[in-house]
């Protein structure tokens, strides 16, 4: 029961990176879920769907951006 409980933390977790656009920080909670539910047909949706944008985006160097 507990292990279920942060298994849908780290879905909800990549559901927010998700929503901010961070699709490869939303995979990686959805990765975590699935290693403790490997059966969440749900989970196992999303990362199938971002794991496909992903490879069709082009590669792009993330840099920080300075302040004044």
Known sequence: AF????SQAFDHIGDAY????RP????L????ALQIE???ETVLQKVDRVSAQIARKPTTIDTPTSQP
Do not use: C, F, G, V
């Open 3 to 6: 292990a279920r409980e942060i």
């Open 18 to 21: 998700q929503a901010l656009n």
């Open 24 to 27: 490869s920080e939303a995979l």
């Open 29 to 32: 909670y959805w990765q975590k």
């Open 38 to 40: 490997p059966k969440n």
